[in-house]
Antibody
């Protein structure tokens, strides 16, 4: 069965970086994009970016340009999201999700369990 | 515009029908998907494309589209449907995605 398992909770200081992993299993790793979505406490979902696990090419939301880097390691079927220059408003749960796309439709059919990143000053 | 707009909160009586809407310019070009999220859990896909339900999603969930508006309808709402619902689609660039602000559904 398809599973996305994320790394554990992190506590970071302002200005630091955090790297969250998302290990995929149960399907061909290179067959689907990985998307990253975050959710601040009590807030809605916010799309951060996506990575093509085959080529490594990525697209980033404008709000995160220059601060977020998406990578992957095909050899171990794992995608990563690194966010730098952490601020208190980066405190959120970060999700990875598998993306399925067609000509004019898309969806995220499997999600990781989420990783809480807490940024303290 | 890259925004998707949802009503913040909607309520429905148990067993009745409720429609949750999502508006945005990108919906004229791209189909949205809909996610249900309960407290402390990851979102779950409930509707995608024109009106498709993933395996395991009850058939009381359905979707429709008209112009710049997409709708999620729950016919015969159940207590377990109480949750936050989010729409999502590509934005006008085609390479970025955007979520609506979410709708909190209360089943009375």
């Amino acid at each position: 069965q398809v599973q996305l398992v994320q790394s554990g909770a992190e506590v970071k200081k302002s200005g630091a970086s955090v790297k969250v992993s998302c290990k995929a299993s149960g399907y061909t790793f290179t067959g689907y994009y990985f998307h990253w979505v975050r959710q601040a406490p009590g807030q809605g979902l916010e799309w951060m970016g996506r990575i093509n696990p085959n080529s490594g090419g990525a697209d980033y939301a404008q709000n995160f340009q220059g601060r977020v880097t998406l990578t992957r390691d095909k050899s171990i079927g794992t995608a990563y999201m690194e966010l730098s220059g952490l601020r208190s408003d980066d405190t959120a749960v970060y999700f990875c999700a598998r993306g399925v796309s067609g000509y004019d439709w898309d969806y995220f059919d499997y999600w990781g369990q989420g990783t809480l990143v807490t940024v303290s000053s | 515009s890259s925004e998707l707009t949802q009503d913040p909160a909607v309520s429905v009586a148990l067993g009745q029908t409720v429609r949750i809407t999502c508006q945005g310019d990108s919906l004229r070009r791209y189909y949205a998907s809909w996610y249900q999220q309960k407290p402390g859990q990851a979102p779950v896909l409930v509707i995608y494309g024109k009106n498709n339900r993933p395996s395991g999603i009850p058939d009381r969930f359905s979707g429709s589209n008209s112009g710049n508006t997409t709708s999620l309808t729950i016919t015969g709402a159940q207590a377990e449907d109480e949750a936050d619902y989010y729409c999502d689609s590509r934005d006008s660039s085609g390479n970025h995605w955007v979520f609506g602000g979410g709708t909190k559904l209360t089943v009375l």
